[in-house]
Structure formats: structure tokens, C-alpha cells
């Protein structure tokens, strides 16, 4: 299982403690934690399911390629890091 | 009399509440967040705040008895596969929503229907309290909703919502910049409105086309809703029958520029505005902060100065954050570098509340 990390900055405005979840993308991965965090959903994805556009997503150190369909692949051993960007906000 | 004011904030949403010594702030919530625009649901007496988290996008909560509660938020609706939307800068347009930039509870026979209108244009109606929204798709498929620009951001935003207080199915709605929009089938349909309105912004051709109008603010009068008032970003317009035809009101002294408006409650021809310097520098004339108003339909204004600080004065007033009481005699505004004033006799003169306030976006009587 992937290891979902969220940045300490989120948790002011809603709970989203460290999880652990099945998928073969970030997509995938995500749409379980928030199966079981649902209100935490939209402070990450925008109305579209696109990551919002001052978030920023690594994958296992690399910033993720796909915002719009989150479909970088996910290993059993990946840390998915959800973090806000520099920009905006 | 009203006894609360709710003044939302880029730090926070204020509640003031009038005491024996005057106005003082009684309760700060959301601390250090941005709250675009509140509302108090008259039927009810709930609050609604909306919130821009930046990073972390648009979010609405709602007042309980004891605490706020997050509820919520407008969604707009799935954009169809391989569909293309730019906005004016070419960029693909978002169907996402990117601020709160009105709230208007229903008529007084629609418990629970709060209408919402957001940027990049989309409208929403809730029947239940915001616990649900559902977008307008009737305005939202509008051909000519396409044809909407950005006015005071980027994106076209919906900013004002006049509800008929005689009929809660016939909505006004006015777009920065799109022009004004009814309904008379609660959003079934929709029309654009405003003809006589002049945009200097654009080429002569599309100088009096309804749909370029970049409308400020739109007010209307509750006791006589074929009453409209609009600040515009060219000057200031009345209508007389519901919105379809406007005056232009010229020679306005400091300036018909601004982008708040009010309109008395029972008496059509008395209105406030907040007059600024336009377009080039936005900041009141000669630094003296004043407040016009018409008690006969536009023919004559008076410009209110008692109690407002009359030098260095670099207050700007957002189309939001001007607001008449029900009575129609208390008023309060507050402005971008974070003063609020409050009048009870209808502007004649105004009390100071505080100047240290962060830039202040609404305020309305609770």
C-alpha cells in the first residue's frame, strides 16, 4: 500500500492525518483516502478532479506530471507527499 | 434599529455589535482566513460565510446555534469531454469555482433557498440551507454566457442578486462584466436586461450592448422593485421598470465612479453611493472620503462629509461593503485599508468604529 502524506498546513482546515491506501496511480490512491476522508477532497481537487492549481503533488520525490488525471503510477512502497505550492494562495 | 453588523474581511469575519458606548467588535471568527462575502438569511436569522483558502480553494460554512459549520460548497458540474472553453486571455476556462462572490437568501415564502454567485460565472440555488447546491444551467448553457469578461478579476464573476420581493421566482442577477439577467421562472430561463447603459471601455459599436456593461453593483428597492439602481463602472444608472430600460446619471459631484450602491427600503428615489476617483488612481477625490445620496430619484445628490475624514483619505469601498439597515436610517460602510464608519441618521454624519481592520470586502446589517 501507498503511504499518503499531507502537509501541516491543511490540517488547520480540515483532518487529514497520514493514511495508507491501495492504487496503481496517485488517482487511484487518493480516491481511497478520501473514501474515508471525503470532506478533505476538495481542499485538494479542484471541482474537475484536477489537483488545484497551487497545490503540488511528489511522488516518491518527483513532482507529479499528471494534474489533470493524476494517472503517474503508484508501487506498493510509494510515499505520496500532497503539499501546497510556493505560488499563490 | 439593527444591532449587528457582519463585516467580512481578508483576515477573518468581524461581528460588531451595537453597545450603551457605540459599535464594538464582539466576535471574530475564521481569524487570518479569507472572507470574500457573508450573509445573514433573514427568515432564519443564520449566517453564511464564504471563505477562500487560496491554495486549498472556496469553502461556505454555516452559523449553528453555538459554533460554524462547514457545509457545502457550489460544484460546478462536469465539463463534457474534449469541450472547449477559453477565457479572455485565452487561457482554457475552468469550470471550478474561484470565489463566493454573492449570497442572497430567497423570497420570504422559500425557506431555506439561498442563491450563490461565483467567478468564473456560474449561479447556484440551494433549497435546503446550503446543505446542497445545484447549479443554474439554464444561465450556465446561456450561448451568450460565453460572451462574459472579466471586470474587477479575470474571470467574470456574478456579484449581485435581486430577488422580487413580490414574486421569489423573478431574480435579477448582475455579471462583472455580462450586464444584468432575469428570470422570472426561478432560473429556468433567463434574459438579458439593461439597455441604456453605456461602457466607454469598449469599441462605439458595442458602446451600449447590454452585455458589455461592466455593472458595479445592482440594487433594488424592496417596496417598489421596478426600482433598480446601479453603479456602474462608467457612472451611475436608474431604471424605473424592473431593470429593461436605465438613465444615466451625470454630474455628480465628486465623482459618479464607485462600486457600492444601497437603495432606502421603502422609498425608491433615495439611494447612497461611495464616490471615487476612477479607473486611473481609485481613491476618493482630493483624498476626502464622502458618501453621495439622492433622496429624488437621481435629480439632486448631497455629499455627506460629517464624521468621514476629509484629508489623506485613501479609503476604497468594494461593491459589497456599503449597507443600509431595514429601517433605511442606519448605514455602515467599511473600506480596503480596513476603517468601517456607521451612521444612524441615514449619512448625515458618521461615527468612526475602528481604522485598523484588514481590507474589508462586505458588511451587512445582521
Known amino acids: 500500500m501507498a503511504r499518503v502524506i499531507f502537509t501541516a498546513n491543511i490540517q488547520r482546515h480540515v483532518a487529514c492525518p497520514q493514511a495508507e491506501a491501495d492504487g496503481r496511480t496517485v488517482r487511484e490512491v487518493l480516491d481511497n483516502v478520501f473514501a474515508e476522508n471525503p470532506q478533505a477532497r476538495a481542499y485538494v481537487l479542484d471541482d474537475q478532479s484536477a489537483l488545484r492549481r497551487h497545490m503540488a503533488i511528489f511522488l516518491d520525490g518527483q513532482m507529479i506530471r499528471d494534474r489533470t488525471r493524476l494517472a503517474d503510477p503508484v508501487s506498493d512502497t510509494s510515499t505520496i507527499y500532497v503539499f501546497q505550492a510556493l505560488s499563490g494562495g | ?366
Open chain 2, 1 to 366: 434599529m439593527s444591532d449587528r453588523l457582519l463585516v467580512s474581511t481578508r483576515k477573518g469575519l468581524f461581528t460588531l455589535a451595537r453597545k450603551a458606548k457605540g459599535w464594538e467588535i464582539a466576535a471574530v471568527d475564521f481569524l487570518g482566513d479569507n472572507v470574500s462575502v457573508a450573509l445573514t438569511d433573514p427568515l432564519d436569522g443564520r449566517h453564511y460565510a464564504a471563505l477562500d483558502h487560496g491554495h486549498f480553494g472556496v469553502k461556505l460554512h454555516r452559523s449553528t446555534a453555538t459554533a460554524w459549520e462547514e457545509i457545502a460548497t457550489p460544484v460546478y458540474p462536469p465539463k463534457p469531454e474534449g469541450y472547449e472553453e477559453n477565457d479572455m486571455w485565452g487561457r482554457p476556462l475552468q469550470w471550478s469555482t474561484a470565489r463566493i462572490w454573492a449570497l442572497a437568501a430567497g423570497g420570504a415564502d422559500e425557506p431555506g433557498v439561498i442563491w450563490c454567485g461565483t467567478q468564473p460565472g456560474g449561479l447556484f440555488r440551494s433549497t435546503d440551507h446550503g446543505q446542497s447546491w445545484e447549479m443554474v444551467r439554464a444561465l450556465w448553457d446561456h450561448p451568450k454566457r460565453k460572451q462574459w469578461m472579466g471586470g474587477g478579476a479575470d474571470l467574470p464573476g456574478i456579484h449581485s442578486i435581486c430577488v422580487d420581493a413580490r414574486a421569489s421566482k423573478r431574480v435579477w442577477i448582475a455579471v462583472s462584466t455580462g450586464g444584468i439577467w432575469f428570470t422570472e421562472d426561478a432560473g429556468a430561463s433567463w434574459s438579458q436586461r439593461g439597455e441604456g447603459m453605456r461602457a466607454e471601455h469598449v469599441p462605439p459599436e458595442l458602446t451600449h450592448d447590454p452585455i458589455a456593461q461592466d455593472v458595479h453593483c445592482l440594487v433594488q428597492c424592496p417596496a417598489a422593485p421596478q426600482r433598480m439602481w446601479v453603479q456602474h463602472h462608467n457612472g451611475i444608472f436608474v431604471s424605473s421598470d424592473e431593470g429593461r430600460n436605465f438613465t444615466e446619471i451625470t454630474g455628480v459631484e465628486p465623482s459618479t465612479f464607485g462600486f457600492a450602491v444601497v437603495v432606502h427600503p421603502r422609498d425608491p428615489d433615495t439611494a447612497w453611493f461611495v464616490p471615487q476617483i476612477k479607473d486611473e488612481r481609485r481613491i476618493p477625490r482630493e483624498g476626502k472620503l464622502v458618501v453621495t445620496r439622492t433622496r429624488d430619484g437621481g435629480k439632486s445628490f448631497a455629499t455627506l462629509t460629517r464624521g468621514l475624514p476629509q484629508s489623506h483619505a485613501y479609503d476604497v469601498v468594494y461593491r459589497h461593503a456599503l449597507a443600509l439597515g431595514p429601517s433605511g436610517d442606519s448605514l455602515a460602510f467599511g473600506s480596503t485599508t480596513g476603517g468601517l464608519w456607521v451612521s444612524e441618521d441615514a449619512g448625515d454624519s458618521w461615527m468612526s468604529v475602528t481604522h485598523t481592520l484588514p481590507p474589508i470586502y462586505a458588511v451587512q446589517f445582521a
